[in-house]
């Protein structure tokens, strides 16, 4: 338990099923969120789930493809007929590597479908269901939406938009008591990493982890943890003046590194 509370609030968690939208439901449902778990992979959702209501969590899980409109409006239009949503995070997301000359139109087509207009397709559906009684949006970005990483062009074009819809919605909504903010970090050590060092850098993983954790000044990569903890802040009662600002957690990528 921590001293933010989510107590009675509904929020649902969009590529909840693994890495840091996992540590998010957990950190949630550990602080008294009743958590909607949105994921395309069945399985890692249900797994997911299954840890925090082991733990005397709440919850449930829903199958979507945050990519596809209406999967987004059945599946949030379902949920909000018998909860009333508080809290939504945009954390569904997929990765590329490459310079714009090795990234083809279907790779941009496709980070463009899940990372940007799947982060518009669960706000426009959620905003109707929150606006009269207010309520918090956290849209996962990444120190690609505010500095030059090498080979990451989809990636970067796609976050940076998530840092732009998010001032978009914060001043439009912020007389309706909804408050909107991102959270960019730099590099978390979750499954995806691992799987991206064993298949770029087969027989150099140790190596590759090693030097990947020192792009961080702090000398090594984010946990999860850190990141839903920085969430938790967010959207507690307790952060009710902080709206429309991003907030790099980067153990001092974006500042330090000159
Ligand atoms: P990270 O390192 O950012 O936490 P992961 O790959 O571990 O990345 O987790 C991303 C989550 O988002 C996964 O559970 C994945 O199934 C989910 N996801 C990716 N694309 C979609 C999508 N289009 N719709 C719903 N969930 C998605």
């Not at 059945?74 to 949503?85: N, P």
């Not at 559906?125 to 207010?134: D, W």
């Not at 008591?177 to 979750?190: D, G």
Request: charge should be neutral; glycine fraction near 10%.
């Amino acid at each position: 338990m921590s001293i933010f509370s989510l107590k009675n609030k509904t929020a649902i968690i969009t590529g909840g099923g693994s890495g840091i939208g996992k540590a998010i439901s957990e950190v949630f449902a550990q602080n008294g969120a009743f958590v909607c778990i949105i994921d395309f992979n069945e399985e890692n959702a249900k797994q997911t789930l299954d840890t925090i209501v082991a733990k005397g969590g709440k919850g449930i899980w829903k199958k979507c493809d945050v990519s596809n409109q209406k999967q987004v409006q059945s599946v949030i239009k379902e949920i909000a007929s018998s909860h009333s949503i508080d809290i939504l995070i945009n954390n569904a997301g997929v990765a590329h590597v490459g310079n714009i000359e090795n990234t083809t139109e279907e790779d941009l087509d496709r980070i463009y479908n899940v990372n940007v207009k799947g982060v518009y397709n669960c706000m426009h559906a959620i905003i109707p269901h929150i606006k009269s009684r207010g309520g918090v949006i956290i849209n996962m970005a990444s120190i690609a939406s505010s500095v030059g990483i090498s080979d990451r062009f989809a990636y970067s074009m796609s976050k940076g938009a998530v840092l732009t819809m998010t001032y978009s919605v914060a001043k439009d909504y912020v007389a309706e008591n909804i408050r909107c903010n991102s959270i960019s970090p730099a590099r978390v050590h979750t499954p995806f990493v691992d799987g991206f060092i064993a298949k770029n850098y087969p027989g150099k993983e140790e190596e590759m982890f090693e030097k990947l954790s020192k792009t961080q000044p702090i000398g090594r990569m984010g946990s999860p943890e850190e990141i839903a903890n920085l969430a938790l802040y967010l959207c507690s009662d307790e952060a009710s003046f902080i709206t429309g600002t991003d907030f790099p957690i980067d153990g001092g990528f974006i500042k330090l590194n000159g």
